[in-house]
Nanobody, 124 residues
Framework: QLQLVESGGGLVQSGGSLRLSCAASGFTLDYYAIGWFRQAPGKEREGVSCISTSGASTNYANSVKGRFTISRDNAKKMVYLQMNSLKPEDTAVYYC?????????????????WGQGTQVTVSS
């Protein structure tokens, strides 16, 4: 059974850093594009970043460019989101999602598999 489990969230002060992890199990990660999404209370879910199957292609939302870095280790079946220079507006539940042979889309509706999410809270 395909499963994604996020970890690494927490409470951090503005300007701080966190690294989120997405652990994959039950499937071969190599064949899946992985996206990171977030949803803040009262707001729509938004795409944060995504990475292609090989890692050769990445995309970022304008709001996180230059601050967040996505990476993957297919051998370890892990995907990471390094978040630096965090701002209070980054506060949200962060989800990773998988799309088979995806081309790294930033639209959540194109991802059929989702993790349960991890809370990130950035205090001012």
């Amino acid at each position: 059974q395909l499963q994604l489990v996020e970890s690494g969230g927490g409470l951090v002060q503005s300007g701080g850093s966190l690294r989120l992890s997405c652990a994959a199990s039950g499937f071969t990660l190599d064949y899946y594009a992985i996206g990171w999404f977030r949803q803040a209370p009262g707001k729509e879910r938004e795409g944060v970043s995504c990475i292609s199957t090989s890692g050769a292609s990445t995309n970022y939302a304008n709001s996180v460019k230059g601050r967040f870095t996505i990476s993957r280790d297919n051998a370890k079946k892990m995907v990471y989101l390094q978040m630096n220079s965090l701002k209070p507006e980054d506060t949200a539940v962060y989800y990773c999602a998988a799309q088979f042979r995806g081309l790294c889309p930033m639209r959540g509706g194109l991802y059929p598999y989702w993790g349960q999410g991890t809370q990130v809270t950035v205090s001012s």
